[in-house]
């Protein structure tokens, strides 16, 4: 089949999907234009003119994230034209309302989405009302003659004093309807290329912008890593000085006091004897369960599946488990990915009073993603400890994330995406 000319595509740009997806944009961006500018000017000057009785920084943060609002729209609306544009806040390094209102007035990202809804909204309301006005003429255009063959002469429009009687003026005017047509696509199309550049300039982050991002991260994560070795560390601390440090203790005095008995009492030797020799076998496993709470030997040996498949076949709730892994993990994704099921379902069975459980693990490129599912009572949340947090410092410590889904009534997913590159 032949290709095409390029003037020929020109003359059929009105019929391409593309066309009217423009045009469904820009009018979109018409509605939104009017809106946001009207949003964001009423909120900017009153914030503004109020800052002396102080009433004016609530409104002002409060119009910055009605901004944000607005601006996830507009992306949103960017996807009509196939544009993809993401946008990067900066979150504040702790709560409260000072570091709240630091994040916010020192991101760039919350002045350039000010400059778009108080001066680009002005031009994406006209360039919708240009494009639903020039297609609404162009569309009475062509469809005139039928228009003409149905309505009385005297109802017909005037051009001048030369009423648009006859079957040669309809013809004309759909000819000038088909031009306007042409015409109009194309200008749709170049004023939907300008809003997007646009969009990419204000809407989403500048390079610079994305690299004082990431050094944020890598900050908060270096942080979460030393918080969570910190925390490890305590808790072997803890463990140790409670557990078998205190039962070794128990063993050294025990075997002092056999040795002092040895001679005038062999019996009660032996008895002490023996009770050392209790202590000290429990105080193995202590030291070996520590052990395996640092780094299980399963998982050194075998593997992620079979650490997990040990988790699972322990628990108090009846789980399954589907691991997809070709290979073995790097050790550092290996780790996290065990604790997050490790920890997941000691919350099974500990707290949500479910009556099975599901694990999943899987590579998705890059990625190894790991969801635990209950269908227990539901309500977990990371803020609330069950050991979700410290989870979540461990997987970001790696560049991941943690996802928590529990409603009220459940079920609860536990869903950790954690980096893998090996």
Same mark, same amino acid.
């Given at each position: 089949?032949?290709?095409?000319?390029?003037?020929?595509?020109?003359?059929?740009?009105?019929?391409?999907?593309?066309?009217?997806?423009?045009?469904?944009?820009?009018?979109?961006?018409?509605?939104?234009?009017?809106?946001?500018?009207?949003?964001?000017?009423?909120?900017?000057?009153?914030?503004?003119?109020?800052?002396?009785?102080?009433?004016?920084?609530?409104?002002?943060?409060?119009?910055?994230?009605?901004?944000?609002?607005?601006?996830?729209?507009?992306?949103?609306?960017?996807?009509?034209?196939?544009?993809?544009?993401?946008?990067?806040?900066?979150?504040?390094?702790?709560?409260?309302?000072?570091?709240?209102?630091?994040?916010?007035?020192?991101?760039?990202?919350?002045?350039?989405?000010?400059?778009?809804?108080?001066?680009?909204?002005?031009?994406?309301?006209?360039?919708?009302?240009?494009?639903?006005?020039?297609?609404?003429?162009?569309?009475?255009?062509?469809?005139?003659?039928?228009?003409?063959?149905?309505?009385?002469?005297?109802?017909?429009?005037?051009?001048?004093?030369?009423?648009?009687?006859?079957?040669?003026?309809?013809?004309?005017?759909?000819?000038?309807?088909?031009?306007?047509?042409?015409?109009?696509?194309?200008?749709?199309?170049?004023?939907?290329?300008?809003?997007?550049?646009?969009?990419?300039?204000?809407?989403?982050?500048?390079?610079?912008?994305?690299?004082?991002?990431?050094?944020?991260?890598?900050?908060?994560?270096?942080?979460?890593?030393?918080?969570?070795?910190?925390? !490890?560390?305590?808790?072997?601390?803890?463990?140790?000085?409670?557990?078998?440090?205190?039962?070794?203790?128990?063993?050294?005095?025990?075997?002092?006091? %056999?040795?002092?008995?040895?001679?005038?009492?062999?019996?009660?030797?032996?008895?002490?004897?023996?009770?050392?020799?209790?202590?000290?076998?429990?105080?193995?496993?202590?030291?070996? !369960?520590?052990?395996?709470?640092?780094?299980?030997?399963?998982?050194?040996?075998?593997?992620?599946?079979?650490?997990?498949?040990?988790?699972?076949?322990?628990?108090?709730?009846?789980?399954?488990?589907?691991?997809?892994? !070709?290979?073995?993990?790097?050790?550092?994704?290996?780790?996290?990915?065990?604790?997050?099921?490790?920890?997941?379902?000691?919350?099974?069975?500990?707290?949500?009073?479910? !009556?099975?459980?599901?694990?999943?693990?899987?590579?998705?490129?890059?990625?190894?993603?790991?969801?635990?599912?209950?269908?227990?009572?539901?309500? %977990?949340?990371? %803020?609330?400890?069950?050991?979700?947090?410290?989870?979540?410092?461990?997987?970001?410590?790696?560049?991941?994330?943690?996802?928590?889904?529990?409603?009220?009534?459940?079920?609860?997913?536990?869903?950790?995406?954690?980096?893998?590159?090996?």
């Amino acid at each position: 089949m032949a290709q095409m000319s390029p003037f020929g595509r020109a003359l059929l740009r009105p019929l391409r999907v593309k066309t009217w997806r423009e045009l469904g944009f820009l009018v979109a961006g018409g509605v939104m234009g009017i809106v946001s500018f009207t949003v964001a000017w009423t909120l900017f000057t009153t914030g503004v003119s109020l800052l002396i009785t102080l009433v004016g920084i609530p409104l002002l943060i409060g119009l910055a994230y009605v901004d944000r609002a607005m601006s996830w729209i507009e992306r949103r609306r960017m996807k009509l034209i196939g544009e993809t544009v993401e946008g990067a806040y900066r979150r504040p390094a702790k709560r409260g309302v000072w570091p709240v209102l630091k994040a916010v007035s020192t991101d760039p990202q919350t002045w350039k989405d000010l400059t778009w809804h108080l001066f680009v909204s002005i031009f994406t309301f006209a360039a919708g009302v240009i494009a639903f006005s020039l297609w609404a003429s162009a569309l009475w255009a062509i469809v005139y003659p039928v228009y003409w063959s149905f309505v009385p002469q005297t109802d017909l429009p005037e051009l001048g004093n030369q009423r648009l009687d006859t079957w040669q003026f309809a013809i004309a005017v759909l000819g000038l309807g088909v031009a306007l047509a042409i015409l109009t696509a194309w200008l749709c199309a170049a004023l939907a290329w300008a809003e997007a550049r646009l969009a990419g300039v204000l809407l989403a982050p500048s390079d610079r912008q994305r690299l004082a991002a990431r050094v944020e991260d890598l900050t908060r994560t270096r942080a979460a890593a030393a918080d969570v070795q910190a925390a !490890e560390l305590q808790r072997i601390e803890r463990d140790l000085h409670d557990g078998a440090q205190a039962r070794l203790v128990a063993v050294t005095m025990e075997l002092g006091r %056999a040795r002092e008995r040895m001679d005038d009492d062999p019996e009660l030797a032996r008895e002490l004897v023996e009770s050392a020799h209790r202590e000290a076998a429990a105080a193995i496993v202590e030291l070996r !369960e520590l052990v395996a709470g640092i780094y299980p030997a399963v998982l050194a040996d075998r593997g992620l599946d079979a650490a997990v498949s040990s988790v699972a076949s322990s628990s108090s709730v009846p789980v399954t488990v589907h691991v997809s892994l !070709e290979g073995r993990l790097p050790a550092a994704a290996e780790v996290a990915a065990y604790f997050v099921v490790a920890e997941a379902i000691a919350n099974v069975g500990k707290h949500s009073n479910a !009556e099975h459980a599901e694990i999943r693990i899987d590579r998705s490129g890059d990625l190894v993603v790991v969801e635990v599912e209950d269908d227990g009572d539901g309500g %977990a949340d990371r %803020a609330n400890g069950s050991g979700l947090s410290g989870l979540a410092d461990r997987v970001a410590a790696l560049d991941g994330r943690l996802l928590v889904s529990s409603p009220t009534g459940g079920p609860t997913i536990v869903r950790a995406e954690i980096p893998c590159v090996s």
